[in-house]
């Protein structure tokens, strides 16, 4: 079970930290991922984080504003969210999944958390 964490409310151009933590050792040999889903859209792919060695893939819309990375000793994943824009308001969820960090589809990943909303004013 994955449970997501530090979303909230925060103007455009502030910054956020989510957390996704396991109730057990679920992260050792996969690969998390963050999504994101706005009202009315689809789930979106945001970044992925190897758990072995910590490196990362990011989606375009969100290259050089967020950061993922992980905490082996917590057993938890990070996405560090800053310069926040009013189009990155959703609700974000982590997942894990077995194919790698080129993985962005929403199907290939499995365990997902129940989501943490991300409201971003202007």
């Known amino acids: 079970q994955l449970v997501e964490s530090g979303g909230g409310l925060v103007q455009a151009g502030g910054s956020l930290r989510l957390s996704c933590t396991a109730s057990?050792?679920?992260?050792?040999?996969?690969?998390t991922g963050w999504f994101r889903q706005a009202p009315g859209k689809g789930r979106e792919f945001v970044a992925a984080i190897a758990w072995s060695n910590g490196n990362t893939n990011h989606a375009d819309s969100v290259k050089g504003r967020f950061t993922g990375s992980r905490d082996s000793a917590k057993n938890t994943v990070y996405l560090q969210m800053n310069s926040l824009k009013p189009e990155d308001t959703a609700v974000y969820y982590c997942?894990?999944?077995?194919?790698?960090?080129?993985?962005?589809?929403?199907?290939?990943?499995?365990?997902w958390g129940p989501g943490t909303q991300v409201t971003v004013s202007s």
């Open positions: 997942a894990i999944t077995t194919w790698g960090l080129s993985a962005t589809a929403a199907g290939l990943y499995k365990y």
């Open positions: 057990e050792r679920t992260f050792s040999t996969y690969v």
